[in-house]
């Protein structure tokens, strides 16, 4: 496993943009699958984006276009860019890795930070 930690979660209104960084321990980083995930009151985790450790980034349909998913394997580190936030985009936001899955379901991952809040005020 590698350790996962959060940041960059706050309050915005509708339209505005947040950039969500998570830095990784590890020396094997650059190995690892990537994932963002959100999960709103109520309601299951879901699967935001992903990065896999040749590059290959896949979204969500409601977050395509506006959402960019990044990683800096020198910095150890994986990035959500949010842009035209939604309210619906409120959630607490986690990330995520695995060595031997690369996909968009949570169950796959074996690593995840403690989450990050989003809030999008109309």
């Known amino acids: 496993q590698v350790q996962l930690v959060e940041s960059g979660g706050g309050s915005v209104q509708a339209g505005g943009s947040l950039r969500l960084s998570c830095a990784a321990s590890?020396?094997?980083?650059?190995?690892?699958?990537l994932g963002w995930f959100r999960q709103a009151p109520g309601k299951e985790r879901e699967f935001v984006a992903r990065?896999?450790?040749?590059?290959?980034?896949n979204y969500v349909d409601s977050v395509k276009g506006r959402f960019t998913i990044s990683r800096d394997n020198a910095k150890n580190t994986v990035y959500l860019q949010m842009n035209s936030l939604k309210p619906e985009d409120t959630a607490v936001y986690y990330c995520a890795a695995s060595l031997g899955y690369s996909g968009g379901d949570y169950r796959g991952y074996d690593s995840w930070g403690q989450g990050t809040q989003v809030t999008v005020s109309s």
């Open positions: 990065i896999t450790w040749s590059g290959y980034t």
């Open positions: 590890g020396r094997t980083f650059s190995r690892y699958a």
